[in-house]
């Protein structure tokens, strides 16, 4: 069901990075496609389904990239699709889910707003409401990195944590395919309701977040996603606004690659641990490259 020009994306060792990080890098660039996002994954497999089941509409609450690859996949299928996003959101993403050809409409509030207001949608209009991460479709989609990654041997692998559908998606694969290997999750400590939730094995909720890596900004962990990353996650860390944007610059640096906050959160996990890693084979999910230009200026510049 998913388009292969989103499927067996590269990955590939940067000797580059590794000696500036001190272990072996290998990166999942989940950015080269038409979406700059791993999120098409599993919007393709719903879209699909609402085709084959006669449906016409669809409705999403998005930080930026859910967004943009369920406009572009029900674009493609024929689907009236709305989005609901915060006015906060990176310009570009907004852009960009309009240039797809979305309905936009833009909350004054965080993600959690958005999120509410997509619910009244669905129920006012009766049509379906996508829920990343609590719709199985978006972890199952996700969970095809996995696939890719365990036709590689490698010791850890580092993953973005937001909703929990790459985590959980890829984490449950990698625990199937390659027990031995370590699944760490990686959350801003400006947004760390999930990782909170998971070492404290209950969920928990914060009143605000506080980061630039707004596609991992939520505040209300879905309780099944905390149950799947109990079993599935080895690990899950808290990383500083200060390393996240080192992350990205060495990104910049040693691959050439221009990130958003998200996709940087692996190296982060590891420019602050670095004796846990060293010597390692540790791979990181470059999930995302969605990002306004001039904020990435200020970040990696400055």
């Known amino acids: 069901m998913i388009d292969p020009v989103y499927l067996?994306?590269?990955?590939y060792r940067c000797d580059a990075l590794g000696r500036q990080l001190g272990c072996t890098v290998s990166i999942k660039l989940e950015?080269?496609?038409?979406?700059?996002?791993?999120?098409?994954?599993g919007t393709e497999l719903v879209t699909s389904l609402l085709t084959e089941q006669g449906r016409t509409a669809v409705v999403c609450a998005s930080a930026g990239n859910l967004g943009q690859a369920l406009a572009w996949s029900g674009g493609r299928r024929g689907l009236d699709v709305t989005v609901v996003a915060s006015v906060r959101a990176p310009v570009a993403k907004l852009d960009r889910i309009r240039a797809l050809g979305a309905d936009l409409e833009l909350v004054?509030?965080?993600f959690?707003?958005?999120?509410?207001?997509a619910v009244h949608i669905a129920q006012q209009r009766g049509i379906r409401l996508l829920e990343d991460s609590l719709d199985i479709e978006t972890c199952e989609g996700a969970a095809t990195i996995g696939l890719e990654?365990?036709?590689?041997?490698?010791?850890a692998v580092l993953i973005a944590l937001g909703g929990g559908a790459l985590a959980t998606g890829v984490g449950y694969v990698v625990k199937t395919s390659a027990p031995?290997?370590?699944?760490?999750?990686?959350?801003?400590?400006g947004a760390p309701a999930l990782t909170r939730s998971w070492r404290e094995r209950r969920v928990v909720t914060t009143e605000s977040t506080d980061t630039i890596a707004?596609?991992?900004?939520?505040?209300?962990?879905?309780?099944e996603v905390l149950d799947d990353l109990l079993v599935v996650a080895d690990d899950a860390v808290l990383v500083r606004e200060s390393s996240i944007i080192t992350g990205m610059r060495l990104l910049l640096e040693h691959t050439g690659l221009v990130v958003e906050p998200s996709a940087a959160l692996g190296v982060a996990a590891v420019l602050e641990d670095r004796e846990r890693f060293a010597g390692r084979h540790v791979v990181t999910v470059i999930c995302g490259s969605n990002v306004?230009?001039?904020?990435?200026?200020r970040w990696v510049h400055r």
């Open 8 to 11: 067996n994306t590269p990955m």
């Open 31 to 41: 950015t080269a496609n038409p979406v700059r996002s791993f999120k098409a994954r």
């Open 108 to 110: 004054d509030g965080d």
């Open 112 to 117: 959690e707003m958005a999120r509410a207001r």
């Open 149 to 155: 990654l365990a036709e590689s041997t490698f010791d």
């Open 180 to 189: 031995g290997a370590e699944v760490i999750c990686v959350q801003p400590a």
């Open 214 to 223: 707004d596609g991992v900004a939520g505040r209300f962990p879905i309780p």
């Open 292 to 297: 306004n230009p001039d904020a990435y200026q």
